[in-house]
């Protein structure tokens, strides 16, 4: 028997399954916590001793103690359950005990994860379904507010919805449907502008593009030439144009005609008949309408007679300014 004394009272348990160079090649006998000492027998012990002390086996086992001392004070790493010491099970333990509360938090991040992913995909879907079942007016401008302002799927379906009941109305027009919306206008007339300004492709309304259409304000001349009239579409071409550079701005004048429907009209803005010939100034006392039809019962008793008639060409200048020029 081997007294080992100041060892930190470590007891190397469970290495019989070790490697053979591991082996402790020793049995514990007991061990002392009080005093310090563990007791251990060489696995070849002789059984007698011919001086005081141990035999020659147990005598000779410190160096398998250090072995066992180094492998114990080693980190558990991959080694198996059955080779480690208490202090290496413990640690073991403590480091498994860390990954399962790391795991359990991770399992319950991703059940959280799937529950939102799963109530996004219900509003993805709500939205679908409005969508495909109904006419919702200005689908295409919906969405892109949608995606510049970065609405949810469920926003996105709300406003889909009120849509449908006529309480919102997404009017970030494009270019192309400003520039549609007028053409609409000027080949349809109000009416046609109106229905597609209430059907599902909600065009714009005439007030909407009515800064589209300034241009197509211009004053038409009827019978001579006036001076208010070139001014005022002077004012509508030029009214906003840049002042600030004091330099000479040029200009170009250009004049034709063009081919009409040969049809009368009749002019809103100056309550006049248009579309009659140049001749019509010399015949008709006045182009305004007025309170009372005489003014368009003279115009088509002359007409009839062969005295005027309506005009199938106009004569249109036009007037261009280039840019401006410091002298």
């Not at 049995?27 to 007698?48: E, H, N, Q």
């Not at 379906?157 to 919306?181: I, M, S």
């Amino acid at each position: 028997m081997h007294s080992i004394r100041g060892r930190g009272l470590w007891i190397p348990i469970g290495l019989a399954g070790a490697a053979k160079t591991l082996l402790p090649r020793y049995t514990l006998l007991s061990a002392d916590f009080v005093a310090s000492v563990i007791r251990i027998r060489s696995v070849k012990c002789c059984g007698y001793v011919s001086q005081p002390g141990c035999c020659s086996e147990c005598d000779d086992l410190d160096g398998a103690v250090d072995v066992v001392e180094r492998w114990s004070q080693q980190s558990f790493g991959k080694k198996s359950i059955d080779r480690l010491s208490h202090d290496q099970l413990a640690l073991k333990l403590k480091a498994l005990a860390q990954q399962l509360a790391s795991e359990q938090v991770k399992r319950k991040n991703r059940q959280t994860s799937l529950k939102a992913a799963r109530k996004r995909l219900g509003h993805y879907r709500e939205l679908f379904n409005i969508v495909s079942l109904n006419e919702v007016p200005g689908l295409s401008r919906l969405f892109s507010t949608a995606k510049k302002e970065g609405w949810s799927p469920k926003k996105t379906a709300e406003h889909c919805l009120l849509a449908v009941e006529g309480k919102y109305h997404p009017r970030n027009y494009t270019e192309f449907d400003r520039e549609l919306a007028t053409l609409i206008y000027e080949l349809g007339g109000g009416a046609a502008l109106y229905a597609l300004n209430k059907s599902p492709i909600m065009l714009p309304s005439r007030q909407t593009i009515a800064e589209t259409r300034r241009e197509l304000n211009l004053r038409i001349t009827v019978g001579n030439v006036k001076v208010s009239d070139i001014m005022e579409n002077i004012e509508v071409l030029f009214g906003d144009g840049d002042t600030t550079d004091s330099g000479l701005v040029l200009h170009s004048l250009l004049q034709d005609e063009i081919a009409g429907d040969g049809r009368p009209c009749y002019l809103e803005d100056t309550d006049e008949i248009g579309g009659l010939c140049e001749h019509a100034t010399n015949r008709l006392k006045t182009f305004k309408m007025g309170t009372d039809l005489s003014c368009a019962e003279e115009a088509v008793k002359a007409v009839r007679s062969g005295e005027i008639h309506v005009g199938k060409e106009f004569n249109i200048p036009s007037t261009t300014m280039g840019p401006s020029r410091s002298l």
